[in-house]
């Protein structure tokens, strides 16, 4: 089954979705760096129709926690 969330940081970081997991993090992902930070925000208002505010943002330090943080708006994936 495939994972929204999964997919688009997959797709905004240019990496095989299998590599990704709820873990994965600027820490362990090369790819993640501070532009692509800023796209992935980007894409997840866009594919989520949602406003995050920086608080939220600056707490999405790995994909569990923006799961968590979209949760919290009443967006389930």
């Known amino acids: 089954m495939s994972d929204p969330l999964i997919d688009l940081f997959a797709d905004v970081l240019e990496v095989d979705a299998t590599s990704l997991n709820d873990e994965s993090s600027p820490d362990n992902v090369e790819q993640w760096d501070s532009l692509a930070a800023m796209h992935l925000v980007a ?31 009443g967006i389930d994936v």
């Open 43 to 73: 894409a997840i208002e866009e594919k989520f129709s949602t406003q995050l505010s920086t608080k939220e943002i600056m707490k999405m330090s790995s994909i569990g926690l923006a799961r968590a943080a979209l949760k919290d708006k």
